[in-house]
């Protein structure tokens, strides 16, 4: 994760960098990576495009040793072992440098590599090598990354602002902003859902958005919130019985009744608590008390980060320029949470340009 | 590649890999062909495709003008240039034409002699193909959106009609009547299917967020009703079961017929799993017959955002025969391509220059066409072997061993 906010800086510096263009940057970085490449006498490789590589036809050149254009005809046989050597690599640390700040970039050269990243699987070649410094970079997606982009973008919730009465609340589209592996994200996130680390909460403004909040934040505040009150009892019963045995978003009349003995008096107690809300009747959802303050600042401020791209001029603007502006009033919880929520639900196109992130409003 | 062909050619791999693996490689490389192209005969949107199954050779399209037009996809010219011609088309002036615009086509599945178009008309026609005259009409009292026949059904000749009604329709072809009317939908029925792997199961989508599962044998509702919540939310109120949080727009099976994807107008496309298909006939029992598929529920993959625009129905395709298989899906003027496993997106096909309403998938040479409101059908051809730029002659010509430079001189003078 640190790689993201680096990208952050990055996406910072470069707007000193068109200020000051002598400084050394991503760009001066490539040729140094070319240059090495020819200095150790390798067979000169082009440097090619990489949405323009056939990795599996790598083998085939090398084996054959003639390169068109090359002049070692005779070509050392250990030579003709590096198959997806060197002269790749830095392209794709170049064109993954521009990737890194939102892993979902929509980039033609990107599109072109994931097809033929399918090619050599299906040939059953392993490209290990070239993969290297692609999958060393944490956003890729590792068997961790959902729970550190959880614990990271907790790190964005505004607690101040709800005077600590909130537990910090994550979207599930944000973490998609993150992991760019949806189906990937889903299942990690529902493996920390079954294992009781994080729970997932039902906000009411979408059908598709979740929110997901660390079990103990949770618990924490809710018993610190009903402290006191008339309803405390049915509140710690819940917590103690509930929430350990169902990891559900919702639950039913028969299983509050029948499995965790609830009366109808105690449920009552409950939906005054404000942990569960009515979905129909004989079913609830699972809530979180005093989160409608935070779902009147989200929405606002989602309608306002988008408007901000929506008046642009051609509707779109770099990510480095909509965090540099002065987030207007409605913006309670922070632009960069905003942002994250915004790609990850796909209401903006990320597009990765030479002047780092755009993002642009779908022509839809 | 050359690795495969040695390992099958030594007995080492089954063929079915190498066939496989070079079938998912040309899906991977589908891209527009300036060398081929469609005849355009049709003055409004295409509205269906169909290719025939049994040799893959000839298309069906129907467009939003009501002509239907028969194309030929072979390539018998020796030339790499080639465009797909009309053989014959049936055009305003035909007397047995739809009025109104062709929603759907398809041809009969066991050979090219019949096929079968619906429309907005409220007719569903059958057609011989050797004289293009109306075999038979099937007059409906509400427009028709969409009509499938079984590919694999040896047993019946049923074809499942949704229309603008809440009840979907099977009309027998042997006897030229509605047979059998399967109730349970509230709204207008947008997407019907049979399965490709059992003969009476039935997959219809309709408006109502509802998609539902028949077995046609049984007497009694559905079998099942697809949630998108697993069955694990609201079980109180068996309403809310719905496979989408909008109309349900398109349905496909998967070539196995082991999944079925479904997509909805809340922008979200679905992928549906069976849990065993073993076909639990209880024997010595006079009672209807057991549902062959027990369960049916949502596999875990996420495709991101699939915008879905359409009033009507949506026609997407599954590839066939590749190692990964891939789900082509109209998205707005452009195709996108997702591995239907992984949910991975693979890429954007662009091209159309308006609203794509459907696609086909040509297995034997992984050609993708589609159709779209410009009225234009594009192929999809997968791209052959690039040729090696050789933009390199500069940088390594200073590289050159000396040994190999030669010593001419291009001079006629010094020599």
């Given at each position: 994760m640190q790689k993201w906010f680096s990208a952050f800086d990055d996406a910072i510096i470069q707007r000193q960098w068109r200020a000051n263009p002598s400084r050394g940057g991503g760009g001066v970085s490539f040729t140094k990576e070319v240059d090495t490449n020819v200095a150790t006498g390798a067979p000169p490789r082009r440097q090619r495009v990489p949405g323009r590589a056939c990795p599996w036809r790598e083998p085939i050149r090398g084996r054959r040793g003639a390169r068109p254009g090359g002049g070692d005809a005779g070509g050392t046989p250990g030579e003709t072992v590096r198959h997806c050597s060197a002269p790749e690599d830095p392209i794709f640390r170049f064109s993954s440098l521009h990737s890194y700040p939102f892993p979902g970039t929509i980039k033609?050269?990107?599109?072109?590599?994931?097809?033929?990243?399918?090619?050599?699987?299906?040939?059953?070649?392993?490209?290990?090598?070239?993969?290297?410094?692609?999958?060393?970079?944490?956003?890729?997606?590792?068997?961790?990354?959902?729970?550190?982009?959880?614990?990271?973008?907790?790190?964005?919730?505004?607690?101040?602002?709800?005077?600590?009465?909130?537990?910090?609340?994550?979207?599930?589209?944000?973490?998609?902003?993150?992991?760019?592996?949806?189906?990937?994200?889903?299942?990690?996130?529902?493996?920390?859902?079954?294992?009781?680390?994080?729970?997932?909460?039902?906000?009411?403004?979408?059908?598709?958005?979740?929110?997901?909040?660390?079990?103990?934040?949770?618990?924490?505040?809710?018993?610190?919130a009903c402290d006191g009150r008339p309803y405390a009892g049915a509140v710690q019963k819940f917590l103690a019985s509930v929430l350990p045995a169902c990891g559900d978003l919702s639950f039913q009349q028969d299983q509050m009744t029948q499995t965790f003995g609830f009366r109808d008096s105690e449920i009552t107690h409950l939906v005054n608590a404000g942990v569960l809300t009515v979905r129909d009747a004989g079913s609830w959802w699972l809530a979180v008390p005093g989160a409608g303050r935070f779902i009147k600042y989200f929405v606002k401020g989602r309608q306002a980060v988008l408007g901000m791209v929506r008046k642009a001029k051609y509707r779109e603007l770099l990510l480095s320029e909509l965090l540099g502006r002065r987030a207007p009033v409605v913006v309670r919880l922070g632009l960069t949470y905003h942002v994250h929520d915004l790609i990850g639900a796909q209401l903006v196109d990320c597009i990765s340009t030479t002047s780092g992130t755009l993002l642009r409003l779908p022509e839809t | 590649m050359l690795g495969f062909l040695s390992a099958r050619q030594t007995g080492l791999e089954d063929p079915l890999r190498l066939r496989r693996a070079e079938s998912t490689r040309r899906v991977l490389g589908l891209e527009l062909n300036k060398d081929r192209d469609v005849e355009r005969i049709h003055g409004g949107g295409i509205n269906t495709l169909d290719i025939e199954p049994v040799e893959g050779r000839y298309m069906l399209s129907g467009g939003s003008d009501g002509v239907i037009v028969l194309y030929d996809l072979e390539n018998s010219s020796r030339q790499s240039y080639y465009t797909c011609k009309a053989v014959c088309s049936i055009g305003r002036d035909h007397p047995d034409v739809h009025r109104y615009s062709v929603e759907t086509v398809q041809w009969y599945p066991h050979d090219t002699g019949m096929f079968t178009s619906s429309s907005f008309d409220k007719t569903l026609k059958v057609w011989d193909t050797n004289t293009l005259q109306t075999a038979d009409v099937f007059n409906f009292e509400e427009t028709v959106y969409s009509h499938h026949m079984s590919p694999v059904s040896t047993k019946h000749c049923l074809v499942a009609v949704g229309?603008?009604?809440?009840?979907?329709?099977l009309c027998d072809l042997k006897s030229g009547s509605c047979s059998h009317i399967l109730q349970g939908h509230r709204q207008e029925i947008l997407a019907v299917s049979w399965s490709p792997r059992y003969d009476y199961i039935l997959a219809t989508a309709s408006a109502d967020s509802r998609v539902k599962l028949w077995d046609v044998r049984r007497a009694s509702g559905c079998l099942i009703t697809l949630d998108q919540h697993n069955g694990k939310k609201s079980q109180a109120v068996e309403s809310a079961n719905t496979a989408h949080n909008g109309k349900v727009n398109g349905l496909c099976f998967t070539s196995d017929g082991l999944h079925l994807l479904t997509v909805g107008t809340d922008n979200r496309m679905r992928l549906w799993n069976s849990s065993n298909g073993e076909n639990t006939l209880l024997t010595g029992q006079a009672r209807s017959l057991t549902p062959v598929i027990p369960a049916l529920w949502e596999a875990e993959v996420n495709?991101?955002?699939?915008?879905?625009?359409?009033?009507?129905?949506?026609?997407?395709?599954?590839?066939?025969?590749?190692?990964?298989?891939?789900?082509?899906?109209?998205?707005?003027?452009?195709?996108?391509?997702?591995?239907?496993?992984?949910?991975?997106?693979?890429?954007?096909?662009?091209?159309?220059?308006?609203?794509?309403?459907?696609?086909?998938?040509?297995?034997?040479?992984?050609?993708?066409?589609?159709?779209?409101?410009?009225?234009?059908?594009?192929?999809?051809?997968?791209?052959?072997?690039?040729?090696?730029?050789?933009?390199?002659?500069?940088?390594?010509?200073?590289?050159?061993?000396?040994?190999?430079?030669?010593?001419?001189?291009?001079?006629?003078?010094?020599?």
């Open positions: 033609s050269r990107d599109m072109s590599w994931k097809r033929h990243h399918l090619i050599p699987e299906t040939f059953g070649v392993k490209r290990r090598r070239k993969r290297g410094p692609v999958e060393s970079d944490p956003l890729r997606g590792e068997p961790g990354s959902a729970r550190a982009a959880v614990s990271e973008l907790m790190q964005l919730f505004p607690r101040g602002l709800f005077e600590d009465a909130l537990p910090p609340i994550v979207l599930r589209s944000q973490v998609y902003s993150l992991v760019p592996d949806r189906t990937v994200a889903d299942r990690q996130l529902k493996e920390l859902q079954e294992q009781g680390e994080i729970r997932i909460v039902q906000l009411g403004f979408d059908l598709d958005a979740h929110g997901i909040i660390f079990t103990e934040d949770y618990r924490t505040r809710v018993l610190k | 229309t603008r009604g809440p009840k979907v329709q495709y991101g955002k699939v915008c879905n625009n359409s009033k009507k129905g949506l026609k997407f395709t599954v590839s066939c025969g590749c190692s990964s298989e891939f789900v082509f899906v109209p998205y707005g003027s452009t195709i996108a391509v997702y591995t239907v496993y992984s949910g991975e997106q693979i890429t954007m096909l662009k091209g159309h220059y308006k609203t794509v309403d459907c696609c086909v998938f040509q297995s034997n040479f992984q050609e993708l066409y589609s159709g779209s409101r410009d009225c234009n059908i594009l192929a999809w051809v997968p791209s052959l072997y690039e040729p090696v730029p050789d933009d390199d002659e500069t940088t390594t010509k200073s590289q050159l061993n000396p040994a190999f430079e030669d010593a001419w001189s291009s001079s006629d003078e010094e020599g």
